[in-house]
């Protein structure tokens, strides 16, 4: 993932009713940054637009927007990264339980396995004693 600050210089029309757009920098990027950036070509992008006057500093939560990404018919099989993880465990405790579970038997499956989840990266932390 690679977060720029940009200008919107110019948006326009395609034919399907699709957008164009063209971008600038504000700030400075590397011979090294631009070749990051372009391995990027062809890849899904998402595109932020806020009104805010943006310095040196961008108080934006990448991961909020990342985690609030709403399902795209444009991108086969799109779903942002919690529905994804949400299908998933449904679909595990649908198959333990052999039936489809209640909502509240789901909360607390999802609750758990989350919970493992954390344990388990948490667990990778090189001890800092």
Known sequence: MKVLQVQLDKASRR???EV???LTSLLEVSSTELGEIDSYRGSVC???LTDST???E???DVDEILENLPENDAVPNYKS???RFRDILWRLQEEKLG???TKEEFADFY???YEKLCEHYKSKFRDTE
Do not use: H, M
């Open 99 to 101: 039936q489809k579970p």
């Open 46 to 48: 998402v595109l932020t």
């Open 111 to 113: 609750k758990r396995e």
């Open 54 to 56: 943006i310095g040196n």
């Open 15 to 17: 034919a399907g009713d």
């Open 20 to 22: 164009g757009f063209n």
């Open 81 to 83: 990264p919690s529905k």
């Open 58 to 60: 961008v108080n934006i």
